[in-house]
């Protein structure tokens, strides 16, 4: 799996399967990727790798049905995490590389960042030290559709609805895509419809690579003048896209997050409504009648789909039903009352964060899942380059240093994970007492017990194929095996 040095940055299309959807609680069971220079072209070999499953967690039997990677699998043929970051940080995470998925910013970077913590990793340094940093694709395509479609098919859902799913659309375009929801195939399906991107829009898709960077964002949206943005919150029936305005900055963020207001809008239907009355647009679902507060959050480091307004031309403007009057017309409103309606969204922000703060009854946070609760200092951080470098053998010189919680409650379940023939006798009792706590917490609404009767409610499908039913068969069998002695 050795990659040859080469000049300049490269791309590294990567792409993961999971447990399930959620990168808290997750896990990521195969890493796939290939490395390519900026004209598309492999270089090196292609990564495809099985991760262990540590038997504290229970995977959806949905995604496994999905992906057909069973726990039994990552078993027989995976290595540890600890053992794949290694191999990560050496051979993957290189100098220059920018890290490329589809949808990976919400979803495959979110795991990598989880693993990265659970295993005393800085969570975030893969994708900006050194000059690396990252793309997504999902984005380019969305605004490739709404602003440049030409030279490229584009798939519909069963209800006429315009959809970007990467396999309709290698489908659509007639690119290799045999086996979707393998991470290899995927990669090479998402390297496939980047080049017929790069070929059919070859200035659209290089100035979205270029804009990837935060200061490039920055000259756009921080410019107080209207901008592109293309963003799945936005309405598939108008190409994702909208003409937006930088309202401020986002108050609870760091730097580099601001809230934009969608200029299809009228400001003044919000302007006149008090804080309060703001708080509950934004609660509103998409469904829900009332005003609903078209505002959004676009976060700089996120590699969003901005671009000047001057890009769009009379064809984009019809197809995503823009009347430049009317922009032009509420562009001049928010700018006349922009303060006001700020400082109003501003409140109605902090009031949701209160409710928020109020239902959350559930005070005990599993340590897995705390990874935004704060930056380490500088006696963690020493702690976990030692690990980082030592695994094992540095376990015991880093607990005299950890000072944050987090990383104190996290070593064994590190080392449990990990090296679980290094346990003492007293230490797998606790990693017991830890595995009858997460599967058996809340009688019969445990983990276990929402596992077997999820799997009991597909085995009722009477479409499965054989396949699929020794699928759910293996989960059966996974659940009864990790179940812990609830007497011991």
């Given at each position: 799996?050795?990659?040859?040095?080469?000049?300049?940055?490269?791309?590294?299309?990567?792409?993961?399967?999971?447990?399930?959807?959620?990168?808290?609680?997750?896990?990521?069971?195969?890493?796939?990727?290939?490395?390519?220079?900026?004209?598309?072209?492999?270089?090196?070999?292609?990564?495809?790798?099985?991760?262990?499953?540590?038997?504290?967690?229970?995977?959806?039997?949905?995604?496994?049905?999905?992906?057909?990677?069973?726990?039994?699998?990552?078993?027989?043929?995976?290595?540890?995490?600890?053992?794949?970051?290694?191999?990560?940080?050496?051979?993957?995470?290189?100098?220059?590389?920018?890290?490329?998925?589809?949808?990976?910013?919400?979803?495959?970077?979110?795991?990598?960042?989880?693993?990265?913590?659970?295993?005393?990793?800085?969570?975030?340094?893969?994708?900006?030290?050194?000059?690396?940093?990252?793309?997504?694709?999902?984005?380019?395509?969305?605004?490739?559709?709404?602003?440049?479609?030409?030279?490229?098919?584009?798939?519909?859902?069963?209800?006429?609805?315009?959809?970007?799913?990467?396999?309709?659309?290698?489908?659509?375009?007639?690119?290799?895509?045999?086996?979707?929801?393998?991470?290899?195939?995927?990669?090479?399906?998402?390297?496939?419809?980047?080049?017929?991107?790069?070929?059919?829009?070859?200035?659209?898709?290089?100035?979205?690579?270029?804009?990837?960077?935060?200061?490039?964002?920055?000259?756009?949206?921080?410019?107080?003048?209207?901008?592109?943005?293309?963003?799945?919150?936005?309405?598939?029936?108008?190409?994702?896209?909208?003409?937006?305005?930088?309202?401020?900055?986002?108050?609870?963020?760091?730097?580099?997050?601001?809230?934009?207001?969608?200029?299809?809008?009228?400001?003044?239907?919000?302007?006149?409504?008090?804080?309060?009355?703001?708080?509950?647009?934004?609660?509103?679902?998409?469904?829900?009648?009332?005003?609903?507060?078209?505002?959004?959050?676009?976060?700089?480091?996120?590699?969003?789909?901005?671009?000047?307004?001057?890009?769009?031309?009379?064809?984009?403007?019809?197809?995503?039903?823009?009347?430049?009057?009317?922009?032009?017309?509420?562009?001049?409103?928010?700018?006349?009352?922009?303060?006001?309606?700020?400082?109003?969204?501003?409140?109605?922000?902090?009031?949701?964060?209160?409710?928020?703060?109020?239902?959350?009854?559930?005070?005990?946070?599993?340590?897995?899942?705390?990874?935004?609760?704060?930056?380490?200092?500088?006696?963690?951080?020493?702690?976990?380059?030692?690990?980082?470098?030592?695994?094992?053998?540095?376990?015991?010189?880093?607990?005299?240093?950890?000072?944050?919680?987090?990383?104190?409650?996290?070593?064994?379940?590190?080392?449990?994970?990990?090296?679980?023939?290094?346990?003492?006798?007293?230490?797998?009792?606790?990693?017991?007492?830890?595995?009858?706590?997460?599967?058996?917490?809340?009688?019969?609404?445990?983990?276990?017990?929402?596992?077997?009767t999820a799997l009991s409610m597909l085995a009722k499908d009477e479409s499965l194929n054989p396949e699929k039913r020794f699928i759910l068969e293996e989960l059966q069998l996974y659940g009864q095996s990790i179940m812990p002695d609830i007497d011991s």
């Open positions: 799996m050795s990659v040859r040095s080469t000049a300049g940055p490269t791309l590294f299309f990567y792409d993961l399967e999971t447990s399930g959807i959620n990168p808290r609680a997750d896990r990521v069971m195969q890493f796939a990727g290939q490395r390519t220079d900026t004209d598309l072209n492999p270089i090196g070999d292609p990564f495809n790798i099985i991760i262990r499953l540590s038997s504290d967690v229970l995977p959806d039997p949905r995604a496994v049905l999905i992906t057909g990677i069973t726990p039994q699998q990552t078993l027989a043929d995976g290595i540890s995490e600890y053992e794949f970051l290694k191999v990560f940080h050496t051979e993957v995470a290189t100098p220059g590389t920018v890290f490329v998925g589809y949808n990976n910013v919400r979803f495959d970077d979110e795991f990598m960042r989880f693993m990265l913590y659970r295993n005393f990793y800085d969570a975030y340094t893969w994708q900006w030290k050194d000059d690396r940093s990252r793309w997504d694709l999902l984005d380019v395509i969305r605004m490739t559709r709404a602003l440049r479609p030409d030279g490229i098919k584009w798939p519909v859902d069963v209800g006429g609805v315009a959809t970007n799913r990467l396999e309709l659309l290698t489908a659509e375009n007639g690119l290799d895509h045999a086996h979707a929801h393998d991470a290899l195939n995927d990669v090479y399906a998402t390297i496939a419809l980047a080049k017929l991107v790069k070929e059919k829009q070859p200035k659209l898709f290089s100035f979205l690579l270029d804009a990837r960077h935060k200061k490039t964002v920055s000259h756009i949206v921080d410019s107080d003048k209207p901008f592109i943005y293309t963003s799945g919150k936005y309405d598939a029936k108008t190409e994702k896209t909208t003409v937006a305005l930088k309202l401020g900055p986002h108050p609870g963020r760091q730097s580099g997050s601001s809230l934009v207001f969608d200029l299809r809008f009228d400001p003044l239907d919000f302007v006149k409504l008090s804080a309060t009355e703001l708080s509950e647009c934004m609660r509103r679902k998409k469904n829900d009648l009332g005003l609903r507060l078209p505002v959004k959050t676009l976060q700089y480091n996120r590699c969003p789909a901005v671009a000047p307004v001057s890009v769009l031309d009379s064809a984009s403007q019809e197809r995503l039903q823009v009347d430049m009057k009317i922009i032009a017309k509420n562009h001049a409103t928010l700018t006349k009352h922009k303060d006001i309606l700020y400082q109003k969204t501003v409140e109605a922000l902090s009031l949701l964060d209160e409710l928020r703060a109020s239902q959350d009854e559930d005070t005990t946070t599993p340590v897995d899942t705390r990874l935004y609760e704060g930056f380490f200092s500088e006696k963690d951080s020493q702690a976990m380059t030692a690990i980082q470098s030592r695994g094992l053998d540095a376990i015991d010189d880093a607990r005299q240093l950890i000072k944050d919680d987090r990383l104190a409650q996290l070593l064994p379940l590190y080392k449990a994970r990990n090296f679980p023939e290094s346990m003492s006798s007293d230490e797998h009792e606790a990693w017991e007492a830890h595995r009858r706590h997460v599967l058996f917490a809340g009688g019969d609404n445990s983990k276990l017990a929402q596992y077997f």
